[in-house]
């Protein structure tokens, strides 16, 4: 992974072979982020994606292990109790344009990923967890 800093905006190049949230976990950790967006694109060939069930009050995974192209990576880092918590949403597609996606758990770049964080060093938002939703939701506290 390389980066540049323009701003408040970062822009990564995370490579072959590298897992899309363990990095950006270890990014933000690094660079002291606890607030911020994050968008991306690139290429990926092995991705769990899930969807959460409100009634079930849980997630169902799904595993893919073929060529896919980010069509949209969108999310936000903000902190639970303190430390890093990432909600990524993916949608990849596959070489017929079929599209797959859901709540991002893990995605291995095979080409590229080209990811955007637009920091918002000002602001906190902790996450925090809801009986009747079952999830961590925001939690504004400035």
């Known amino acids: 992974m390389q980066f540049r800093k323009f701003?408040?905006?970062?822009?990564?190049?995370?490579?072959?072979?590298e897992e899309i949230i363990a990095t950006l976990k270890k990014f933000c950790e690094r660079e002291k982020i606890t607030l911020a967006?994050?968008?991306?694109l690139g290429a990926i060939d092995d991705f769990n994606v899930g969807l959460f069930d409100v009634d079930e009050k849980k997630?169902?995974?799904n595993h893919f292990k073929f060529p896919a192209e980010i069509v949209s990576l969108w999310g936000t880092v903000t902190t639970k109790n303190g430390d890093?918590?990432?909600?990524?949403h993916l949608?990849?597609?596959?070489?017929?344009?079929?599209?797959?996606?859901?709540?991002?758990?893990?995605?291995?770049v095979s080409a590229t990923c080209e990811m955007v964080i637009?920091?918002?060093?000002?602001?906190?938002i902790e996450r925090k967890f809801?009986?009747?939703v079952g999830l961590n939701?925001?939690?504004?506290?400035?």
Do not use: C, M, W
């Open 84 to 88: 890093f918590y990432a909600h990524i």
């Open 59 to 61: 997630y169902h995974t």
């Open 37 to 40: 967006e994050v968008k991306a």
């Open 91 to 108: 949608s990849a597609g596959d070489e017929k344009g079929q599209v797959f996606g859901g709540h991002l758990n893990s995605a291995v």
């Open 118 to 124: 637009d920091n918002v060093p000002d602001g906190a």
């Open 7 to 17: 701003g408040n905006k970062y822009f990564l190049r995370i490579d072959r072979g």
């Open 130 to 132: 809801s009986e009747e």
């Open 137 to 142: 939701l925001f939690e504004f506290i400035n």
